[in-house]
C-alpha cells in the first residue's frame, strides 16, 4: 500500500514568507501528526490531528498551524517565517493516534530552507 | 514524559549482530517500549514495541529486563542499510499523553563493511 507522501520534499523561502506544506496519510489512518527536526532541537512535536480536529499542539508559537480535510490528508502553515524555521518538517500517520500498541508511519519529509 | 538513556553512538560490523541499550528506569507499568529508526534523509520508521514479553519481527528482537527499567533493541544480523540514528521511546498505555512521540537523541549506529 502507499505511504505517507508529503510534498514538496524541498523548499527554499524568504523571511517573512508564509509556506503552506502537504501531507496524504495512510489510506484508512485518520491522524496525522507534524514533527519539526532540527539539529540542535532534534525531533520535536507540533500537532495532530483527527477527524479534521485538532486534538494536541506542541509548544510552538501560533505561527504554526495546521488543518485536516475530511479524506485525513493534512497541511501546516507556517507565517512569518523566520531563519530559525529552517528544518525537516515530518507528517506521521496513524490509525487513530493514540493507540500504544500501534506504531506510526512517517513520510520523508519536506526539507525547508529560510534565507 | 518518562525518560530514556541511551548512548550517543556504536559500530558494529556487518554481519554481526548488535545490541542496542535503553535504560528508563522511570517507567510506569502501563509504558509500551517503542523503538523506531532514521535513516540518513528519511523520516523515522517504526521497528518493533513491546509491554513486558520479549518480541520478534523480522527488522529485530526486543529484549526486556524483568522490572522493565531497561530493554535491547537487537539486530541478529546487521547490514550496511542498518546504520541509522535508533530511538527508544515511551508510550503511555493508559490513555493520558500518548497522542505524541517523544524523541530524545538516539543512538547513532555505524555499520563497517
Known amino acids: 500500500k502507499a505511504g505517507v507522501t508529503q510534498t514538496p520534499r524541498y523548499l527554499i523561502k524568504t523571511r517573512g514568507q508564509q509556506v503552506t506544506l502537504s501531507c496524504s496519510p495512510i489510506?484508512?489512518?485518520?491522524?496525522v501528526s507534524w514533527y519539526q527536526q532540527t539539529p540542535g532541537q532534534g525531533l520535536q512535536f507540533l500537532f495532530e490531528?483527527?477527524?479534521?480536529?485538532?486534538?494536541n499542539k506542541g509548544n510552538f508559537p501560533g505561527r504554526f498551524s495546521g488543518r485536516q480535510f475530511s479524506n485525513s490528508r493534512s497541511e501546516m502553515n507556517v507565517s512569518t517565517l523566520e531563519l530559525g524555521d529552517s528544518a525537516l518538517y515530518l507528517c506521521?500517520?496513524?490509525?487513530?493516534?493514540?493507540?500504544?500498541?500501534?506504531?506510526?508511519?512517517f513520510g520523508s519529509g519536506t526539507r525547508l530552507t529560510v534565507v | 514524559d518518562a525518560k530514556t538513556t541511551q548512548p550517543n553512538s556504536m559500530e558494529s560490523n556487518e554481519e554481526e549482530p548488535v545490541h542496542l541499550p535503553c535504560n528508563h528506569s522511570t517507567i510506569s507499568g502501563t509504558d509500551y517500549i517503542h523503538w523506531y529508526r532514521q535513516l540518513p534523509s528519511q523520516g523515522p520508521e517504526y521497528v518493533i514495541h513491546?509491554?513486558?514479553s520479549n518480541v520478534n519481527n523480522r527488522m529485530a528482537s526486543l529484549a526486556i529486563a524483568e522490572d522493565r527499567k531497561s530493554s535491547t533493541l537487537i539486530l541478529h544480523r546487521a547490514t550496511l542499510r542498518d546504520a541509522a540514528v535508533y530511538y527508544c521511546i515511551l508510550r503511555d498505555g493508559s490513555g493520558g499523553s500518548n497522542y505524541k512521540l517523544t524523541f530524545g537523541k538516539g543512538t547513532l549506529l555505524t555499520v563497517n563493511p
Open positions: 489510506s484508512g489512518h485518520r491522524s
Open positions: 490531528y483527527f477527524s479534521e480536529t485538532q486534538r
Open positions: 513491546g509491554l513486558t
Open positions: 506521521a500517520s496513524s490509525l487513530q493516534g493514540r493507540e500504544p500498541n500501534y506504531g506510526y508511519t
